[in-house]
């Protein structure tokens, strides 16, 4: 059983819609990150988060702790934007993150 | 400032052989990571280093996998006797000692076992 669970696994967006994904794990932990892969492999982490909310440019991230809970959202969705969203987390006193299987986003012009 | 490297990007390799795989850290980074994506999988675990302390290897798949982490600094990942499960991208990450929970990640090495 993962961990880290994501939804919805695909999403197909018009682009200047409003996104969200979602990430609900299962154990404490001490950071999140929000991590974007675009085809070809690279990763970007795009937040890291151990409470509340942060935002850069379009996108912002949301974390509720006491929920296990964690959300992205891209305002004014741009094609750019297409990519695989990955959430992972650092369980408390561990080493090591845990991966959800990503969110593939493919935003249409 | 340079990020994380690796090296080769791409590698195509027959069934049996061995490869290399290798990641330069962020300079001043004590932690480094190994971490794998098969096809349609998520990324997982292989094996962690924190300075000159024994490497944690709980996330090796097999006897197969191994990786050294020379001066503190560069880590090769080598498999041994490859597979064709072992197509992957493999991907590195590394870290400030006491901020692990800020991973800056490698571009990956695309491993392509045929």
């Known amino acids: 059983k993962n961990e880290v669970e994501q939804s919805p696994q695909n999403l197909t967006a018009q682009e200047g ?7 609900s794990y299962s154990v404490g932990i001490s950071a999140l990150h929000w991590l974007q892969q675009h085809p070809g492999g690279g990763i970007v982490s795009l937040f890291m988060l151990s409470s509340g909310k942060k935002k850069h440019g379009r996108l912002i991230a949301t974390i509720n ?3 296990k809970h964690s959300s992205l959202h891209i305002t004014a969705s741009h094609p750019r934007d297409s ?4 959430c992972a987390v650092l369980p408390l006193g561990g080493n090591q993150f845990y991966f959800g299987t990503g969110t593939s986003l493919t935003v249409i012009p | 400032g340079a990020g994380v490297s690796q090296s080769p990007s791409n590698k195509v390799t027959e069934k049996g052989k061995d490869v290399e795989l290798r990641c330069d850290p962020i300079s001043g980074h004590t932690a480094l990571y190994w971490y794998r994506q098969s096809l349609g999988q998520g990324l997982e675990f292989l094996i962690y280093f924190q300075g ?6 709980s996330g090796l798949p097999s006897d197969r996998f191994s990786a050294e982490r020379t001066g503190g600094s560069v880590s090769t ?3 041994q006797r490859t597979q064709q499960e072992d197509s992957a991208v493999y991907l590195c990450a590394s870290s400030l000692r006491d901020k692990i929970y800020e991973q800056y990640f490698g571009p990956g090495t695309r491993l392509t076992v045929t």
Not at chain 1, 17 to 23: L, R
Not at chain 1, 83 to 86: E, G, K, Q
Not at chain 2, 52 to 57: G, L, M, V, Y
């Open chain 1, 65 to 67: 702790i006491q929920e």
């Open chain 2, 52 to 57: 000159n302390s024994a490497p944690d290897k």
């Open chain 1, 83 to 86: 990519a695989v969203y990955i």
């Open chain 2, 77 to 79: 990942l080598t498999i």
């Open chain 1, 17 to 23: 819609e409003f996104i969200t994904i979602n990430c």
